[in-house]
Structure formats: C-alpha cells, structure tokens
C-alpha cells in the first residue's frame, strides 16, 4: 500500500478537507471534526454538546434512527462520535468501495438532525446514566473533577457530560439551535483516509455538503482565556478503597510552542514506557502503586499537565512526595543532555509506531487544521521536538514539583 503526504483543501463551498491516499487501502475513514464542545455551552444547558453527539443518530427528515444504525453496519463499516471541551467529531470507518455511502450519511446526520423527543428522552436516560456511572469509576471522575477547579471562572469549568439537572432540561430545540451554530462552513474540517483520490472525495464532499455554505453568520466564540486559579490542595473522602491522587499544574495552550516541551516530558515521567521515571520510582522500586500515569490536556488558550496514581491510603503522602521530587530533580537540571538525548529517541520512536494507526493519525491532522488552520509536516513536527532544551524541561518540571493535588481518600 502506498501513502502520500496529507493534504489540507477547501473547496469551493468553503469548507476545508484533510485528505491521505491510501491507494490499495482495504478500508477507509471519513468524518467531520466540528470546533464546538462543552466550551461553547450557555449557562444552564451544560451537557448540550455531549447530548447532540449522542442523539445526532437519532433520526434526520429523511432516516430513522434504525436506518442511521444500519446504514454502515449492513457493509461491515461502524459509526461513531465522540465529544470534549472544544471539539465534537462525528466518523465512520468502513470497507473501500463504500466512501459515497459513507460522505452522504455523515453530511445527512451534521445537516439534517432533528431530534425528536421521543428518541431524546431515551437518550437522556443513556447520558443520566453515563454520569452517574463515574462513581464506580473514581479516577475518571477525579479527572474531571481536577480540570473543573483548575478552569474555574472560565468555559473548560465544567463536565462534559453536564448535571442530571441541566441535561434534564436540554430538548429537541436546543439541539437544532446547536447543531444549526456551530455544525457551518467557516467551523468544521472534514477528513478521509482512504484509496481515493482527493479530487473524488471532494467532489462527493462538495456535493453532499452543499447545503452547509447556507447556514448563518459564525456563532460567538470565547477568546479561550481563563483566569489564574491558586495552588489547591483537597483530600476529598470518598467510598473508595484507594486513594486516588492527580497532581498538576497549568501550561500553556495549544498554540504555544512550549507543547513540546510537554508531551516531551509527560513522556519521559510517566509515559507508556515501564522506564518512565515515576514508573521506576513508585513501583519498579518500591511497589507502592499498580498504576502510576503522566498525561496532558491542551485546548485553544490553555493546557494542563497531569501526573494521576492510586494507592493505599497509608502511602498516599509518600507517593505524592516522590512524583514531587521526581520534577524537583529536573528542575534542578538533573536531567543530562544524554538522558534527554534518549527521552528524545524513545519519544520519536513511540511517534513514529503512533502514526501507523490510521484512524489516530487522520483525526489529529484534522484537529491541527480545525484549530491551526494549517497541517505541520511530519518532519518540521519532528525537528520541533529535537529542539526541545534541557532548560525548557526543566523550566516546565517547575511547576510539577510544587503541583495542585485533588485526592478521593476512603472514608473513615
């Protein structure tokens, strides 16, 4: 199979395309990367955008929900969506020789939604459900719960999944008046990878797609500021057997060339790798955690860096002491360019395995155009990262050793 470079278009309607040729591909992906998410939420109707990606399937003026369903499935492909605080993506993946099939159904679903309240009350059912499932999943709802305080005062503030009370009062109209401003022209990127051209998929897209260029004038946006919040430290008790601790810190957004310097030392702390140091640190040596993890979230005016473990109640300070000496160390420049020099290869290498997949790759080239307007060639990315200085590590470690701390701790 060969693939050519990806390419960034707009068609004549205005809407922009990111395309990847994959000529002999067996299988292809197409979809819609829409800038709206929970960010983009009035007060009171939290939980909207999470909600019209779950009833987006639901029926449009010309398909019921069962023919939505269907419609992919009967040639083995599969339909999906997912929501975060500034995005909503709506895909399929399916077998080659299906791509018509799939630009048609995905542009009936952004253009001509309409649900009916009939399928909405049971999809709110589904949602009230998924909320109140994060109390058997602690660390997920610490998560969110650490992102609401480190947002607070700002649009990222809140859950993507809403309240049981706002998503109880969101109906069909706040879904059409959604859909109608934000799903337009100027706001979405459509993608594919596939085995055809870029002058077919675009014609199909064109075609299609048509009766987006119609809709109005661009909905208001947050200019993604968000305010200083203090350092915090809470230790929360919950009905929970371990201790679940995120420690973190701000950085900068997306836009900010420091992005490097964050995935990179994300990475070297507590990546996917078992060498990480907070890996080696905490149970290599010690065996004081199962899982001990480093991510990152990065939106349009702001970023976080997270460090997340669970443990015994009775180590929980022990463990938080260690991560924090773990970035103490950096930032006292402890990290040798040899060390960094191989951070920098094993990151690159995890890169370069992470682009073999198909559908993570074309998702985060629509992401960059969505959000930059641009697609970064592999190799200007690359070169950014072997950029990346010890002193801009350890500037970054900085912050992680004097961290904010949310725990859920058991209950006495």
Partial sequence: MQITEPELL???????????????AGAAIFGIAVRAGSADETDGRQGLAHLVEHTIFKGTG???????????EAVGGELNAFTTKEETVVYTVFPAGNDARAIELVADLTLNSRFPERELDKEREVVLDEINS??????????????DRAFA?????????????????????????????????????????GSRSAAVVAGMAEKYFADMQG??????????????????????????????????ARTEGLYSPERYAVALLTNLTGGIGM????????????????????????????????VYFGCDADDMER??????????????GELTARRLDAAKKQFLGQQAVAAENVENRIMALARA????????????????????????????????????????VPEH
Avoid at 10 to 24: A, C
Avoid at 164 to 178: K, Q, T, W
Avoid at 383 to 392: I, L
Wanted: charged content about 25%.
């Fill in 10 to 24: 707009t068609l004549p309607s205005g809407i922009r395309l990111v395309h990847v040729h994959r000529r002999g």
């Fill in 369 to 408: 155009a969505l959000f930059r307007g641009r697609i970064t060639p592999m190799e200007q990315e690359l070169e950014a990262f072997r950029a990346v200085s010890g002193n801009d590590i350890a500037e970054l470690a900085a912050r992680m050793a004097n961290p904010s701390i949310l725990a859920f």
């Fill in 153 to 193: 005062g700002s649009s990222l503030g809140h859950n993507i999944l809403g309240t049981p009370e706002s998503v109880r009062r969101l109906g069909s109209a706040d879904c059409r008046d959604f859909l109608h401003r934000y799903y337009r022209t100027d706001n979405v990127v459509l993608f594919y990878s």
């Fill in 319 to 332: 463990c938080i002491s260690l991560s924090r000496r773990v970035f103490e160390r950096i930032a006292a």
């Fill in 134 to 147: 994060y109390y058997d999943q602690p660390a997920e709802a610490l998560y969110d719960d650490f992102e």
């Fill in 275 to 306: 060498n990480s140091l907070l890996n080696v640190e905490l149970r290599e040596r010690r065996g004081l955690v199962y899982t001990v993890e480093a991510s990152t979230a990065q939106f349009s005016g702001c970023g976080l860096m997270n």
């Fill in 215 to 248: 809709r109005g004038a661009s909905a208001p946006r947050s200019d993604g500021s968000v305010p200083a919040v203090a350092r915090f430290e809470i230790f929360e008790p919950k009905p929970v057997h371990q201790a679940h601790v995120v420690l973190g």
């Fill in 62 to 72: 010309r398909r019921s929900s069962w023919h939505i369903i269907n419609r992919m």
